[in-house]
């Protein structure tokens, strides 16, 4: 009879009654929480590199010898520029700056670079690669110091969203300027409203 009775417990286990079933389903609540920690802590941890990992842009040449990423995930400004400049170092009908907080390119043995004096007098440096002839980026000479921004060749990087880019230089422009943009004849002047088509 008493037989019978212990039986029929560890068949049917009462929630008041813990059994050494209940006490395993304990351990398996402490152990799933556990790991529910340690995943949420994985999740935590892939958000924050993924982040950081989208946090700049990625940016390369034709050939590849000269990769290269940005210090932010969007340009400060865009510019497509119509001077014949720009018209020659992009052999086509403009040139596309996207500016960025300063950084170097100039580390990699597959760059070289020329200077020029642009029309405002200031002299600029071009680099390029040496292998493939892709322009890189543009930065203007200071005398003792690095130059705030660069000019990045937009036509380099990587997922670059191209709306919003402000036409320059349009006199000398030698394809339609698209309507509705921003749009400058020559430099463009921050200290006043900016012109629209
Ligand atoms: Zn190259
Ligand atoms: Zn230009």
């Known amino acids: 009879m008493r037989d019978d009775r212990l039986t029929s417990s560890t068949q049917t286990p009462q929630p008041w009654n813990a059994g050494p079933l209940q006490r395993g389903c ?3 609540v402490l152990y799933t929480f556990r790991l529910v920690l340690t995943i949420s802590y994985l999740h935590r941890a892939i958000r924050k590199q993924s982040t950081k990992e989208s946090n700049i842009m990625n940016g390369s040449c034709a050939c590849g010898s000269v990769t290269f990423t ?22 086509s009908a403009f040139g596309t700056s996207a500016i960025f907080p300063f950084f170097r390119v100039d580390d990699n043995p597959s760059v070289s ?28 000479v200071f005398e003792g110091r690095d130059p705030e921004v660069v000019a990045v060749k937009g036509g380099l990087l990587e997922g670059l969203n191209w709306e919003g ?13 698209p309507e509705g943009v921003e749009r400058w004849e020559g430099e463009p002047d921050f200290s006043k409203p900016a012109p629209k088509v």
């Open 26 to 28: 304990g351990a398996c």
């Open 70 to 91: 940005t210090p932010t995930d969007t340009p400060l400004n865009l510019f497509h520029c119509h001077c014949i400049a720009c018209r020659k170092q992009s052999s």
């Open 113 to 140: 670079y020329f200077s020029r004096t642009c029309d405002s007098g200031r002299k600029q440096n071009c680099y390029f690669c040496n292998k493939c002839g892709s322009r890189i980026l543009h930065a203007h």
């Open 165 to 177: 880019g402000k036409h320059i230089f349009c006199r000398s422009a030698v394809v339609p300027i």
